[in-house]
């Protein structure tokens, strides 16, 4: 098993998780994230012609544990879902899983999932 952490523009979250759901991979969790990676944030100029940066930006983690043979299945799915082609698009994170347990069932492994 593998779990899957993909950080992403907020505004992408919708489509990505559409598409994954559509894919049958429903299972996952949402965390609202702040960052910056080579964007390094945003320059705004106010009003009076003062400028400021903004160097860490809003983003969405996905998490999901999906079983070795779904990995690039749902790399592929977040990759096109999630990818504007302009600076500050994300990453995507693969993690070894040890195990998954099922609290109400007990099952473990893939049946856990």
């Known amino acids: 098993m593998k779990k899957v ?5 907020p505004e992408r979250l919708e489509r990505v998780k559409d598409a994954l759901a559509a894919s049958g991979f429903v299972g996952l969790n949402v965390v609202n ?10 320059v705004y100029q106010g009003r009076a012609g003062e400028r400021y940066v903004v160097d860490m930006l809003p983003k969405v983690k996905l998490e999901l544990v999906v079983p070795d ?5 749902v790399i592929s799915v977040i990759i096109q879902n999630a990818r504007t082609g302009n600076i ?7 993690i070894p899983v040890e195990d ?13 999932l």
């Open 5 to 9: 952490e993909a950080i992403i523009r």
């Open 33 to 42: 994230v702040t960052g910056r990676g080579s964007q390094r944030g945003v």
């Open 69 to 73: 043979s779904a990995v690039e299945q």
């Open 88 to 94: 500050g698009d994300g990453k995507i994170f693969i």
């Open 100 to 112: 998954a347990i099922r609290v109400r069932t007990g099952e473990r492994g893939d049946q856990a």
